[in-house]
Nanobody
Framework: QVQLVESGGGLVQAGGSLRLSCAAS????????MGWFRQAPGKEREFVAA???????YYVDSVKGRFTISRDNAKNTVYLQMNSLKPEDTAVYYC?????????????????WGQGTQVTVSS
């Protein structure tokens, strides 16, 4: 079983940056696909970014060119660097891990989820 803990959220002005971190427990972190999702007030959960074991990366169109997902397997940590933030990026951001057999990278069937970290972007 894997435990995920997100950190790095906060309040930032539009155009600013934040880096989210997700620390994972376990010896087998490197075998997991990792993803970031977000949920804004009154809206459904949305896929943001994912990174496979192979390093293949996926982003939702709305964050391409602004967000970067990366992972450090030695630290059991996945990151989401968020630049040029917009008010519409305001949401609770969730880290997720997927073990084999892998779910769709943008789906909601990841095996493990963190508790979320709040990101608020003011205009």
């Amino acid at each position: 079983q894997v435990q995920l803990v997100e950190s790095g959220g906060g309040l930032v002005q539009a155009g600013g940056s934040l880096r989210l971190s997700c620390a994972a427990s376990g010896r087998t972190f490197s075998m997991y696909a990792m993803g970031w999702f977000r949920q804004a007030p009154g809206k459904e959960r949305e896929f943001v970014a994912a990174i496979r074991r192979s390093g293949r990366i996926y982003y939702v169109d709305s964050v391409k060119g602004r967000f970067t997902i990366s992972r450090d397997n030695a630290k059991n940590t996945v990151y989401l660097q968020m630049n040029s933030l917009k008010p519409e990026d305001t949401a609770v951001y969730y880290c997720a891990a997927d073990s084999p057999p892998y779910s769709d990278y943008a789906g909601y069937d990841y095996d493990y989820w963190g508790q979320g970290t709040q990101v608020t972007v003011s205009s």
